[in-house]
């Protein structure tokens, strides 16, 4: 099995994530450094990342956190600010987040030690569709609502039709929910800046079929056995 697949699949990080490991010397076969992603483990071989040795039996965790603003989506923070790791500390499996959200947006993250899925998730070919509820400044016209429909330049890239919603419009700021199945850093914002709507406050309310609904921020919650299947699907 190729080594970042193997690395994957015990949980330890994407497929992406296991090749910059390897290439930065974290990863040893045997007692000695492995630079090499397209290595094939053997069924003998002794696989180590960071200094633990890893295995294939893990149990499959999936579960859905609501992240609330102020937390790094990542597992640790070398400028101890708090991660999403610490919201999650009472799981015994070595999980890890599947994508990203910005330090000052909440709202749904999966988590997961199954690398397989993860990078299934995050490429952008299987076009899995996040939906956002983000208050903004201004007022959001009829015109602007369809240029972010239609698409709209955010420095150099050109974003694929969205789908987006008018939620409430008051004198100063409007609500919208919108959909894209794109993952550029801080998209969303960047969307409606560009319509001269900067966002206030961003929340991710759904990925794919998997809803926030009522969980509570901070918490988290096991996927259905249904929605694992969902997420396969994609």
């Known amino acids: 099995m190729r080594l970042n697949k193997y690395i994957a699949n015990a949980g330890i990080a994407s497929r992406r994530k296991a090749d910059e490991l390897t290439k930065n010397g974290n990863v040893k076969i045997n007692g000695h450094v492995m630079k090499e992603p397209g290595y094939d483990v053997l069924p003998d ?10 295995e294939q039996n893990e149990k499959k ?18 400028k101890d600010r708090l991660t999403v790791a610490d919201l999650v500390s009472d799981i015994p499996e070595r999980i890890f987040p599947v ?14 030690n199954d690398g397989e899925l993860a990078n299934r ?7 899995v569709e996040k939906t ?16 972010l429909r239609k698409g709209v330049d955010i420095g150099g890239f050109v974003t694929s039709p969205a789908k987006v919603t008018l939620i409430k419009q008051t004198q100063r700021s409007a609500v919208a929910e919108i ?9 969303v914002r ?11 406050e961003l929340e991710r309310i759904a990925i794919g079929d998997i809803y926030l609904a009522r969980l509570k921020e901070g918490t988290y919650r096991k996927l259905t056995r249904a929605e694992i299947e969902i ?4």
């Open 45 to 54: 071989d002794t696989v180590e990342v960071n200094g633990r040795v890893i």
């Open 61 to 78: 965790v999936y579960i859905a956190l609501n992240k609330p603003r102020g937390f790094v989506t990542t597992m640790s923070d070398d």
């Open 99 to 112: 994508g990203r959200l910005d330090y000052n947006t909440s709202g749904l993250l999966l988590m997961t």
């Open 121 to 127: 998730l995050a490429h952008p070919k299987h076009h």
């Open 132 to 147: 956002y509820r983000a208050k903004v400044a201004g007022v959001l016209s009829g015109k602007k609502l369809n240029r």
């Open 179 to 187: 959909t894209i199945h794109e993952g550029k850093n801080r998209q």
């Open 190 to 200: 960047k969307m409606f800046a560009a319509v001269g709507c900067p966002v206030q």
């Open 231 to 234: 997420l396969k699907s994609y």
